[in-house]
């Protein structure tokens, strides 16, 4: 069974200041996706890693890939108000198209 | 795009009736779609893969015969809560599979609160 750790669980911050969220597993992912979500809504899909030491970047988010395909983080930059929800990291296995979801990260971010 | 609706948003029921929830991927094919269950304040648990043309396979816990998939056609995935019970309450959301590169698009997911 793939597991994968999340971190921090809550998170509350102040408008203009910078955060890290973590996700962490045994398991090697062929694929991780981190998604958003606010209440009472589906998780919306920000971004697909595939590659070991992939980073993307998306506005003031950066994902990071660990090279090993076991580890992701996320780095926001600046954070708004508008950050906040909650973030859900996501993995794809080699053994097909199930996704094993963390725990999730929920942010606050305060004007 | 990729837009995954569901229908309805929110539903009350009765205890014991049965409630159908839809799935709908709007402008592309899925292949395959998922049905999740979310608690308040927690993350994503997976419920069931729903293929089209074939049986869908449930997780383990899950009780096949209480929740009934029909993946009918590669846009639409039904999950039908029979006998729902106050238990079943919860936060039910789809996702469907483009394009087979695992990555999953959701629906804005069905509130069913069971009286």
């Known amino acids: 069974t793939q597991l994968l750790e999340q971190s921090p669980q809550f998170l509350s911050i102040q408008e203009g200041e910078n955060l890290t969220v973590y996700c962490n597993s045994s398991?090697?992912?062929?694929?991780l996706q981190w998604y958003r979500q606010e209440p009472g809504e589906g998780p919306v899909l920000l971004v697909t890693?595939?590659?070991?030491?992939e980073v993307k970047k998306l506005k003031r988010l950066t994902f990071q890939f660990g090279d090993a395909r076991k580890d992701s983080s996320l780095h926001i930059t600046a954070a708004q108000p508008g950050d906040t929800g909650l973030y859900l990291c996501?993995?794809?296995?080699?053994?097909?198209?199930?996704?094993?979801f963390g725990g999730g990260t929920r942010l606050m971010v305060k004007p | 795009g990729a837009v995954v609706s569901q229908h309805p948003s929110w539903v009350i029921c009765k205890s014991g009736t049965s409630v159908k929830i839809e799935c709908r991927s709007l402008d592309f094919q899925a292949t395959t779609m998922f049905w999740y269950r979310q608690f308040p304040k927690q993350s994503l648990m997976l419920m069931a893969t729903?293929?089209?043309?074939?049986?869908?396979?449930?997780e383990q816990g899950v009780e096949k015969d209480k929740f009934l998939i029909n993946h009918a056609s590669l846009t639409l995935s039904t999950l039908t809560v029979t006998s729902a019970h106050p238990e079943d309450s919860s936060f039910y959301i789809c996702s469907a599979e483009r394009d087979r590169i695992y990555e999953q698009y959701f629906g804005p997911g069905t509130r069913l609160t069971v009286t």
């Open positions: 996501a993995g794809a296995g080699d053994a097909g198209n199930m996704l094993t």
């Open positions: 890693v595939v590659t070991g030491g």
């Open positions: 398991s090697v992912f062929s694929s």
């Open positions: 729903s293929n089209e043309g074939s049986k869908a396979t449930y």
